[in-house]
């Protein structure tokens, strides 16, 4: 059938209020619909009179008719095509009514507006009436008078759509002569000739799962818009509206329909929130494309009453966003959730939200302010060590699910002791908790700049410095907390040191001060950037620039700590050390605990992991190109594995990565470390790691660990 077909009989295509608004565009559809009608009236009149072209499906089911009303169908699939086709007939119309095209204007007219004496209210002019997010701009260009200027209305993707197509019309149609055959052309190829495969449900027939098979097409449905169509689907008819409007109405506000990354994908963050609601709902882990089927399970098993069900999504939804929207204000002091929300987020991971939704539900009531506050602090502490530690970060996700079900099953009194527990006993690579002497051994050799992403530093520093303003344990000071994701990270000792700070120093020497200057000890944060000049300048001058201009405590520690001496490698050190106590104060674990508890027989089996078994295993691939990482990146250094497991660096084979990175170094090197897959930043630790985990063991420590690298 044509769209003459479709729209000639009075009748009423109404598109539910819970499909997702009006999204075509011009570049992805507008124009390629148009080119379409092009073509194919090029080739009805060049070889082909009978030529069609197909548009695609619709679905619809029959609605209630009321009594003398018009027919009404409700648009199941198809709407974006259905409405686009409106635009497009309706531009078509006012562009021949404009040139004094009367007949050809009447015979579009029944297309896009019922008869008056067939309308009962306002909204029964329009054939096809929109989701309620587009109507008012849907009835505005719809309505526009013939020849008014588009600036008139409000600019909706509606209107622009309207626009182009009548720029386009208008221009096809030029002002020759020909133009009203033209026209005549136009609309009898658009009516007759563009074809629409329609499917019709009467009242009865499961609209919901002919919707699911079709929505593939055309532009793809994020898993908010599926899962509102279904529990929409599932409510009489007479509360969709006003369910709507209470508890849906907000998920199609910007800030939910933003795009968020999680992990390496980007969702919608409404689509984002139901997955982590579902699974802190559930207890089971599963991947984000399976939202939906997920869902539909849990409705049909568990909460089987939508109407009591909407009302628990959009409280939970409220304080999801109050909690993320409260974590992004800078200034002030946040809540206890808020500031755990900031700083798992500057770590880079969202795999907490599901607990912390969990933790929020109406069934948890009766857990105390005092043990939330544990289970946060224990949380965050796990989540800050490991990332310290480098720990894989791996299997989080079902670390958190399988701590939120331990959790649920104990009385409320007991929760926040058995959160500490679980995260204490647990050995594995994936879910251990680094104790003190691990954390002290990586953060204390890591060359942190390089190491730690910036936003990971600037929170450590931010953390640091509250502790030293009194936030947020309570002893408050005069000031308040430091402004949280503004400050940059600033070396006391400058990258550039060799202008400045020239010291008569062996090469060596020289090594040794390039590693140390990106140790934790040789950083800070400034609140205010420092310009170059200052930046690279000598000790002194930073010195005076700090006490003079800066008020972040933890830099005045660092001055007097330095004394009379000045800053130097030492300095650097002595500070570190105390950077490093700091932190493990701030995020601490329980007393005697030991992070790794794999008996020595593990640990002996992790150690003996070495490449040619990961070659072996498929890990790493013989011939596999190796080049210098991250500070390391050395011009024109470049390794091979081969298949034995050995590392050839110039044509000479090397048994231990350790071997092959002193041979181009000429000194002690973590070679796991120092090699990095090429075209990556893989390095080879990190792939050793990721082996370790996957078959259940922990990572190995790492060999020939020269005291400029940790791991």
């Known amino acids: 059938m044509g769209p003459r077909d ?35 009236i090029e080739v009805i009149e060049s070889h082909d009179p009978r030529a069609t072209h197909f548009l695609g499906a619709i679905v619809t089911q029959q609605g209630p008719a009321s009594l003398g009303g018009l027919p009404t169908w409700n648009v199941i699939d198809g709407q974006q095509r259905l409405t686009t086709l409106q635009l497009f007939l ?45 109507r008012e701009g849907f009835a505005a260009v719809m309505s526009l008078p013939v020849g008014a200027n588009y600036g008139d209305i409000p600019r909706t993707r509606m209107r622009d759509a309207r626009e182009f197509f009548s720029a386009v019309i208008g221009e096809w149609l030029g002002r020759g002569d020909d133009a009203e055959g033209r026209a005549a052309t136009l609309a009898n190829t658009v009516m007759t000739r563009l074809e629409i495969a329609s499917i019709t449900l009467d009242a009865n027939e499961d609209a919901q799962a002919i919707f699911e098979t079709l929505n593939a097409r055309g532009t793809p449905l994020s898993a908010a818009d599926l899962t509102k169509n279904f529990v929409f689907q599932q409510l009489p008819e007479e509360e969709t509206e006003a369910a709507y409007r209470q508890y849906w109405a907000d998920f199609e506000t910007s800030w939910w329909e933003e795009s968020v990354t999680s992990g390496r994908v980007r969702n919608t963050r409404s689509s ?11 207890l089971n882990d599963f991947p984000i494309r399976e939202v939906f089927t997920q869902f539909k399970h849990y409705v049909s098993t568990t909460a089987k009453d939508i109407g009591s069900l909407l009302p628990q999504i959009k409280r939970a939804a409220d304080r999801y966003r109050s909690v993320i929207e409260g974590s992004s204000n800078p200034v002030g002091e946040l809540s206890r959730v808020e500031l755990f929300s900031y700083r798992v987020d500057a770590l880079g991971t969202d795999v907490a939200r599901p607990l912390i939704i969990w933790l929020d539900e109406p069934e948890q009531a009766g857990i105390s302010e005092v043990d939330r506050t544990r289970i946060l602090e224990t949380l965050e502490s796990w989540f800050v060590r490991r990332a310290l530690a480098k720990a894989p970060s ?24 058995a959160v500490i527990d679980f995260l204490a006993s647990s050995g594995a690579a994936t879910a ?39 936030y ?25 040191w060799r202008k400045s700070w020239f010291a008569e120093l062996s090469d060596d020497e020289q090594a040794m001060r390039d590693h140390r200057i990106q140790q934790l000890g040789n950083l800070t944060i400034v609140t205010q950037s420092l310009n170059t000049r200052v930046s690279n300048g000598p000790w002194e001058q930073k010195r005076d620039h700090f006490l003079r201009s800066d008020d972040v405590l933890i830099t005045k520690d660092a001055i007097d700590l330095a004394g009379e001496t000045g800053w130097d490698e030492g300095a650097i050190e002595r500070r570190t050390a105390q950077l490093v106590d700091q932190i493990l104060a701030v995020w601490p674990v329980p007393e005697g605990h030991i992070g790794r508890t794999e008996t020595t027989a593990q640990s002996s089996s992790s150690n003996a992991v070495g490449l040619a078994q990961l070659v072996d295993a498929g890990w790493l691939e013989a011939g596999a190109r190796l080049v210098p990482g991250g500070s390391y990146l050395t011009e024109g250094v470049e390794a091979t594995i081969v298949q034995d497991g050995r590392i050839h660096v110039g044509g000479i084979p090397h048994d231990t990565p350790s071997g092959a990175g002193r041979a181009v170094l000429g000194h002690g090197v973590n070679g796991w470390w120092y090699w990095a897959l090429a075209g990556t930043e893989r390095r080879l630790s990190h792939v050793r790691d990721e082996y370790l985990a996957s078959v259940g063991d922990a990572p190995a420590d790492a060999e020939d660990e020269f005291e400029g690298d940790g791991r």
Do not use: C
């Open 6 to 40: 479709v729209f000639y009989r009075p009748t009423r295509l109404v598109v539910p209020l819970f499909q997702r608004p009006y999204v075509w565009s011009q570049e992805l559809q507008w124009q390629p619909l148009w080119e379409d009608i092009v073509r194919l």
């Open 90 to 134: 309706d531009a078509m119309h006012s562009s021949f009514d404009y040139r004094g095209f009367t007949s050809l204007a009447q015979r579009v007219l029944p297309l896009i507006e019922n008869a008056e004496h067939e309308r009962s209210k306002d909204e029964d002019r329009y054939k096809v009436w929109p989701t309620n997010r587009d």
């Open 272 to 282: 984002l929130f139901l997955w982590q609601w579902l699974v802190a709902r559930t």
């Open 394 to 417: 791996q299997g989080s996700n079902r670390t958190i699910v399988d701590l939120t079900r331990h959790a649920s099953a104990q009385a409320p009194e007991r929760v926040a002791q």
């Open 432 to 470: 251990y908790w680094p104790d003190d002497a691990e954390v002290r051994s990586v953060v204390s050799e890591a060359r942190a700049y390089r190491v730690y992403r910036q936003s990971i530093q600037r929170m450590v520093f931010e953390a640091l410095e509250d502790v030293k303003r009194g």
């Open 472 to 496: 947020p344990d309570g002893r408050r000071f005069a000031m308040g907390p430091i402004v949280r994701g503004k400050a940059t990270i600033e070396h006391l000792m400058p990258q550039k």
